[in-house]
């Protein structure tokens, strides 16, 4: 027969499951049903093979599921607003929506290649009017709700892009994008609150059984519950409508070794004074040109400026602190001020050396040599959960835990009426507001008489104008009258259009929900969100265990506030896998100049470019278009087909970890693929009849088994290591024709996840019925899995020397016969007796000469 050809079976295959609507997804209320979703991408033009790793892993899933009998959903779409498609159009004079859907249309037929069991009946991009006039409607639920609000707030701003930045695309002070340094500017912008939800999101995150330890934890960081006190320190002298300070700490037990206050440049005291303070002025300027990303604000000098004010020791009217504008305080974290403690935070104490400022521990090691700051040492920060020695604490030189003394110390205060314990989070309210084109309009009007007015919902979507021009910085809505300015929904009085645009977070915090009723005329269908809500696996990396996940969260929650979805989608994942990264050496030349030329591996042979020219090789580091360590899987496709690719990937280490990929990887994949077609062809052709028939049945019930556990484990790769095993059997195999078939018919099925083409194409040439992925998955027999025999070593003296199988329930004196009987122990003996003998019943034989 001829050799497997993937070039001409994988598009028939593909073919023949897009025209039997194999994957389409349809409610049943007779099957149980299972939701597989793998994070959307974002339309960049080319997949690669960090790509099919994810969606492999989504695929393997959700074609097992469909031969378990499940009605599955497992739907695609694409994340298609934001700032690089943008940039494109500024770059490639072209409208935003140009690039972005040829983008989508290119990297849908690569998905297509793949072989991925996708509902493509049900794909979507957020920039479809029909998505996002439907976010908008949500919006405005949102904002009768009470969900949404506006204010003035410090923000990131991008002088180049001329938009917000969010803290997580600030890089060492500088825009992701544009590479320019961010600045603070304080503007008036949308809020959803989140914070409204923060002990909720908090808390249910230990009914997340099947999520990551590391992600819950990440989250629980963010949201950030504390217990702490907040008071007031009285200002002395301070400028009219100012006499005091308000400050949150969640370390009162450090106030007597309090040492400076200090304050944001933004507190409203910092702005007074800077009204007639030219140098506070400049100071408070140059602050604000840093981001608000609390890393880049840990990083940067400590830099502070004495305002000449003094307040008071909340415990003695005698003890004065100075007053300080510092550029690592925000004002919207606690009250945007703060009491330096410089012996028990090294940013105070970096702070308070700089400008001569006292340090004096509250408390210090019960044990050990230690320096103390004020000594010169570092400052002195151990867990709160570990005992210290208090010298300067509110319940007397004793040692306590920093927790205990917490709660010691916010007692004190109250019953002092010096301020009170509150529990606050870190968690602040999400500001979706974005000053760029390309993403869902805010769907409100601005009307001198009325206010900010709702536009009516039987007016959405508010769609984006197409005749936009990028000739000019900044956002053009601003510069478009006739899309701008309309007449208020309210009173009809000339008005003008909200031309800020959501963030992209939005677009991709309610994208599951959406697919579940994609064509619904409002967010979602109550009985289509009941059936497949919730997500039964969440597939998708690391990177986004904070924002996008917590967002998500928080949006099943308004969603399901607002009667969009049921209660049980309030948590909307019941389980999440984040999976690790494709990585790829990195080859490299220099320019004349020296600085770095990177080369695509399909241009390097042997460690050399065409010319001859050799390349540097960095060891493996994740694919990156910068660095062109990246590898394309048409290509892969192309050479060798997408079951090696998905083999490959799905193969080498397991899914959580990064996976190398090489060339050699995936020409071995290939190769034992084209093994596999081999032995499923000399299982069709092997003898009527043979020896080995029970052996193979049972190997057969053992993959089934092992292979099951896998899957269900998201253990691919031990599933793949198996089914490499059953492989090797069934090439071994002696069996007749009858059981040699069988055994290929399930290697195929058990593969048809991972493999689903070519496993499809020896379906049908061992004689399957209809098509492999809507065959039923084969069940194991427990019965078979029991294992009749046993091989236990034997050890000499604590040494193995020989092996023997005996029936599992051999009585002990009969195995140490059988084992006394052996060549080696008789040598070993040489005529003697041993001095002892110990079994182990269905483990080990040990013999003592």
């Known amino acids: 027969m001829p050799r497997y050809d993937a070039k001409t079976s994988e598009p028939r295959w593909q073919k023949a499951w897009d025209e039997a609507g194999t994957f389409t997804a349809r409610r049943d209320d007779a099957k149980p049903k299972y939701y597989v979703l793998e994070m959307f991408p974002y339309p960049s033009g080319n997949l690669h093979i960090g790509h099919v790793r994810n969606y492999a892993m989504g695929d393997v899933v959700a074609r097992y599921k469909l031969a378990t009998g499940h009605a599955v959903l497992h739907p695609m779409g694409w994340d298609a607003f934001g700032l690089p498609a943008e940039n494109a159009a500024q770059e490639r004079k072209i409208h935003p929506g140009d690039w972005t859907y040829a983008n989508i249309a290119n990297m849908k037929a690569q998905f297509a290649r793949l072989g991925l069991s996708l509902d493509w009946s049900r794909e979507f991009a957020t920039c479809d009017p029909e998505y996002y006039g439907q976010q908008q409607a949500m919006f405005l639920d949102f904002l009768e ?150 890393e880049e604000l840990e990083k940067a000098e400590k830099r502070g400026f004495d305002t000449g004010l003094r307040v008071r020791h909340p415990f003695d009217t005698a003890w004065e602190l100075p007053v300080y504008v510092a550029n690592f305080i925000l004002m919207d974290y606690g009250t945007g001020a703060i009491f330096g403690c410089p012996a028990h935070d090294a940013r105070d104490l970096e702070f308070a050396r700089k400008y001569d400022l006292p340090v004096a521990s509250t408390f210090e090691p019960v044990e050990g040599d230690h320096t103390a700051p004020e000594d010169g040492g570092e400052a002195y920060v151990p867990p709160k959960s570990q005992p210290v020695k208090y010298v300067r604490g509110f319940a ?59 536009e009516k919902k039987e007016n959405l979507p508010v769609k984006l104008p197409e005749d936009v021009s990028f000739d000019t910085p900044g956002n053009p809505l601003d510069r478009h009258p006739t899309w701008r300015d309309v007449p208020c929904p309210s009173c009809g009085a000339p008005a003008k259009r909200e031309t800020d645009t959501m963030d992209t977070f939005v677009d991709s915090s309610w994208y599951f929900a959406r697919f579940t009723s994609p064509g619904a005329t409002t967010p979602t269908d109550p009985v289509e969100a009941a059936y497949w809500m919730n997500v039964d696996q969440y597939i998708g990396g690391v990177e986004h265990a904070i924002l996008h996940l917590l967002y998500a969260r928080f949006y099943a929650r308004a969603m399901n506030d607002c009667g969009h979805l049921p209660d049980a989608a309030r948590e909307p994942f019941d389980a999440l896998f984040t999976q690790g990264m494709v990585t790829h050496e990195i080859y490299m030349t220099k320019d004349a100049s020296g600085r770095p030329v990177y080369h695509l591996p399909s241009d390097v042979t042997d460690g050399k470019l065409a010319d001859g020219t050799k390349v540097e090789i960095i060891p493996s580091a994740k694919m990156s278009k910068s660095k062109k360590n990246v590898v394309d899987p048409v290509e892969i496709i192309d050479q060798y087909g997408a079951d090696t690719a998905r083999w490959f990937v799905l193969s080498d280490s397991p899914p959580e970890r990064d996976v190398e990929w090489t060339a ?50 998201f253990g691919f790769n031990t599933s793949v290591a198996r089914l490499y095993a059953f492989a090797n059997t069934l090439s071994k195999s002696k069996a007749g024709r009858a059981a040699q078939v069988r055994a290929a018919r399930t290697m195929a099925q058990l593969m048809a996840p991972m493999t689903p083409h070519l496993s499809e194409e020896i379906w049908r040439l061992l004689g399957g019925e209809g098509l492999i992925a809507n065959a039923p998955w084969p069940q194991a027999d427990e019965s078979m899995l029991v294992e009749d025999e046993v091989t236990m070593p034997i050890q000499i003296n604590g040494k193995r020397r020989a092996e023997i199988t005996v029936p599992r329930d051999m009585a002990k004196d009969a195995v140490e016969a059988r084992a006394l009987e052996t060549h080696a122990v008789q040598k070993a003996l040489d005529g003697g007796s041993p001095k002892k003998v110990i079994v182990v019943p269905g483990r080990i034989v040990n013999v003592v000469v």
């Open 145 to 294: 709700k009470g969900l949404v609000y506006r204010k003035n707030a410090v923000v990131n701003w991008d002088p180049v892009d001329m938009t917000v930045l969010a803290n997580e695309q600030v890089e060492d002070g500088r825009g992701w994008r544009s590479g320019a340094l961010v600045e603070r500017r304080e503007l008036t912008q949308w809020f959803f609150r989140i914070s409204d939800y923060s002990d909720e999101l908090l808390a249910a995150l230990d009914t997340l059984d099947n999520w990551p330890d590391k992600v819950k934890t990440m989250q629980a960081n963010w949201i950030g519950k504390s217990r702490g006190l907040q008071f007031a320190f009285g200002l002395v002298d301070g400028p009219d409508g100012h006499d005091r300070i308000e400050v949150y700490t969640t370390r009162p037990d450090t106030l007597m070794g309090a040492s400076f206050v200090g304050i944001s440049p933004d507190h409203p005291l910092a702005k007074q004074l800077e009204q007639d303070n030219p140098e506070l002025a400049a100071f408070n300027a140059e602050c604000r040109k840093m981001g608000t990303a609390e």
């Open 664 to 713: 050699a990887g995936a020409e071995a994949a290939s190769k034992h693929l084209a093994r596999v077609w081999r032995i499923a062809e000399g299982a069709s052709d092997a003898p009527e009849t043979g020896s080995g028939d029970e052996e193979l049945e049972r190997e057969r019930h053992k993959a089934i088994h092992d292979v099951t556990m896998g899957i269900e484990s």
């Open 396 to 454: 007397g030189d004793e040692v306590q835990t920093g927790d205990a003394a917490i709660d010691v110390a916010i007692a004190f205060c109250e019953a002092n009426g010096v301020g009170q314990g509150v529990t606050k989070f870190r968690l602040r309210d999400w500001g979706l507001s974005r000053q760029r084109y390309w993403g869902c309009p805010i769907p409100v009007v601005h009307c001198d008489a009325c206010g900010v007015v709702p």
